[in-house]
């Protein structure tokens, strides 16, 4: 079992910032990558930012420039820092993590979910 514990998130104006983090813990043998989703009402749920193992960084292109991705030195950590916030960027914000976890003597493929943290961007 790998679980995924978010922290962060909250209310602000459009314009300010807000950071995220995520860390990762259970039986991880090593994470491929770490990615944070959002979720606003009535929406599917979308890929914000995402970073690999080897430190490649994706963004969506609504995010891209105002917000940053990075992992902690531990690698099972996983930052979002959110800078001029939009009232667009209103949703649950899901921290996901993908890789390899121990399984007795072998190792079996994790793809685990936080439960969520709310960012909401007043006008």
């Known amino acids: 079992q790998v679980q995924l514990v978010e922290s962060g998130g909250g209310l602000v104006q459009a314009g300010g910032s807000l950071g995220l983090s995520c860390a990762a813990s259970?039986?991880?043998?090593?994470?491929?990558?770490m990615g944070w989703y959002r979720q606003a009402p009535g929406k599917q749920r979308e890929s914000v930012a995402l970073?690999?193992?080897?430190?490649?960084?994706n963004y969506a292109d609504s995010v891209r420039g105002r917000f940053t991705i990075s992992r902690g030195n531990d690698k099972n950590t996983v930052y979002l820092q959110m800078n001029s916030l939009k009232p667009e960027d209103t949703a649950v914000y899901y921290c996901n993590a993908a890789g390899a976890a121990y399984s007795g003597i072998h190792f079996r493929p994790f793809d685990s979910w936080g439960q969520g943290t709310q960012v909401t961007v007043s006008s």
């Open positions: 970073i690999t193992g080897g430190g490649n960084k």
């Open positions: 259970g039986s991880i043998f090593s994470i491929n990558a």
